[in-house]
């Protein structure tokens, strides 16, 4: 028979283990935007904004976090280096932690009040500019990681 020193701590590592982050246990969807063809995958707890006029994206929210996909025509002819520039100039990026740009592919990432941001760009061959951006509390960035890994996989733009 177990003592009552171990029971209440073993029935409590117990009841702790069973208790995973309901994002864990969510299904994963997918957005693709009909104009663009920029395309994620997502996890379900998000739930869609309404849409704008232009049909350009979707904007997504949960209680803690927030996402957004779009795409935009590249008229100004911007690359991944010069675009990273100008996001670099903007004080809203004085946090940034994280920069990479690989081919056409921009990744930027840092804090921005009590949020981490994340945000995605592809530059497409064909003048369009993809965008994945999110945003979601610095207190639960280890909640989120394997989750925005995810996505960015996914995200794509013809």
Not at 39 to 46: A, I, L
Not at 99 to 128: H, K
Request: charged letters at 20%.
């Amino acid at each position: 028979m177990l003592s009552r020193r171990l029971l209440f701590p073993l029935l409590g590592a117990c009841l702790l283990a069973g208790l995973e982050p309901l994002r864990a246990q969510e299904a994963w969807t997918h957005y693709r935007n009909g104009r663009y063809g920029t395309s994620v995958d997502y996890q379900e707890f998000f739930e869609a904004d309404p849409p704008p006029v232009n049909g350009d994206g979707q904007s997504f929210t949960s209680p803690e976090a927030k996402f957004s996909v779009y795409a935009r025509l590249n008229r100004g002819g911007e690359t991944p280096k010069s675009y990273l520039a100008d996001l670099l100039a903007d004080a809203d990026y004085a946090k940034t932690t994280y920069r990479n740009i690989a081919g056409n592919r921009l990744t930027i990432s840092g804090y921005r009040g009590g949020n981490t941001f994340y945000e995605v760009y592809l530059f497409s061959p064909r003048g369009v500019v993809h965008a994945l951006v999110l945003a979601y509390p610095t207190q639960h960035q280890a909640d989120y990681d394997a989750m925005v890994t995810r996505m960015a996989r996914s995200f794509t733009g013809p």
